[in-house]
């Protein structure tokens, strides 16, 4: 079992754009769901954005028409393109993947370690 990989997080000007990527790696059986989800000091972890294997996506109120989510199924990658960017944008950005391991029974969550995104205004 391997925990997920982000990379893309950094500084932006307010009305800028980023764009995440997460890989889940290992010998994976299947894939339930991937998603992107953040967190403040302080704050509850919060869901920004999430996609199904089958490519249904949910996003909160406050990214929609802002962010979007795609994945690669092939690769096991789920991206978050953010445009438009805010300050309250600012976060650490977690990649969530729920799925199955070979050799493993029932689907888990797993995290990613984080990534940085900050927006200055």
Not at 90 to 108: H, I, P
Request: proline share 2%; with cysteine.
């Amino acid at each position: 079992q391997v925990h997920p990989v982000e990379s893309g997080g950094g500084l932006v000007r307010a009305g800028g754009s980023l764009r995440l990527s997460c890989a889940a790696s290992g010998s994976i059986f299947s894939v339930n769901a991937m998603g992107w989800y953040r967190q403040t000091p302080g704050k509850q972890r919060e869901l920004v954005a999430t996609i199904t294997s089958g490519t249904r996506t949910n996003y909160a109120d406050s990214v929609k028409g802002r962010f979007t989510i795609s994945g690669d199924n092939d690769k096991n990658t789920v991206y978050l393109q953010m445009n438009s960017l805010k300050p309250e944008d600012s976060a650490v950005y977690y990649c969530n993947a729920d799925l199955r391991y070979k050799f493993f029974t029932g689907y888990k969550d797993y995290w990613g370690q984080g990534t940085q995104v900050t927006v200055s205004s």
